[in-house]
């Protein structure tokens, strides 16, 4: 079965610095990975995907992600962070072989300070 | 373009009432479509997804079903809400593939959701 880790419940960072949120996976082959954002009392949003080829994938609101096999990661990146980047993120996976379905991770909050 | 719509917004029912929640998508045929419940604001479960019309998979036993009578139109049903119904549904879409298993790499979209509580 697949399944994705967000070990971080919450992560916080000053603005201007740069913000990582983890993402580790387990699927059977290799996977299909994503992270979307979620602002309160609203649907999610994709940012990124990672299907095959480079390692780094760039995303929307300059967000990119590092797709490492051998720690099965998929951590996302800033290299700056803005205020208006707070919200809830979530990684999800989906193997290569199996349902159609994404399975999603708890979710990371983001908290920027300003 | 394609958007997804959900509606109500927002919801509150009484424990033993019937709930009907509904998606639609424009702008695209034939989706792959799904919904998904998320508790206390964080995790999502799958709790249906749908190839076609009349097609539907469900992922989990509950209280609730699903249905989808036109081919972008999907509809969240329950006979009779309990308290643990309560949470955000949010309905979602995807491309179908142009090969097989080509799907599995596309990305879903999501719609506003629907706050459903249950006194």
């Known amino acids: 079965a697949q399944s994705v880790a967000q070990p971080e419940d919450q992560v916080n960072v000053a603005e201007g610095n740069p913000l990582t949120v983890k993402c580790t996976y387990s699927?059977?082959?290799?996977?299909?990975l994503f992270w979307y954002v979620q602002y309160p009392n609203r649907g999610l949003q994709f940012l990124l995907k990672y299907i095959t080829g480079d390692n780094l994938v760039k995303g929307s609101y300059g967000f990119e992600a590092e797709f490492n096999k051998s720690q099965t990661s998929f951590h996302l990146k800033k290299p700056s962070a803005l205020v208006s980047d707070s919200a809830l993120y979530f990684c999800?996976?989906?193997?290569?072989?199996?349902?159609?379905?994404?399975?999603f991770g708890s979710g990371t909050r983001l908290q920027v300070q300003p | 373009s394609q958007t997804i719509h959900q509606w109500p917004a927002t919801l509150v029912q009484p424990v033993g009432s019937p709930l009907s929640l509904e998606c639609t998508v424009e702008g695209t045929s034939n989706p792959n479509l799904y919904w998904y419940r998320q508790a206390a604001g964080r995790g999502l479960q799958l709790l249906f997804y749908s190839i076609g019309i009349d097609q539907i998979s469900s992922e989990v036993p509950q209280n609730l079903s699903a249905s989808r009578p036109q081919d972008r139109q999907f509809i969240l049903s329950s006979k009779k809400l309990l308290l643990s119904d309560s949470g955000f549904y949010l309905c979602a879409w995807s491309v179908k593939g142009t090969s097989s298993g080509g799907e599995k790499y596309n990305e879903q979209f999501f719609g506003p959701g629907t706050r459903l509580t249950v006194l």
């Open positions: 699927v059977s082959g290799n996977p299909y």
């Open positions: 999800a996976v989906r193997d290569r072989t199996g349902r159609r379905a994404l399975t």
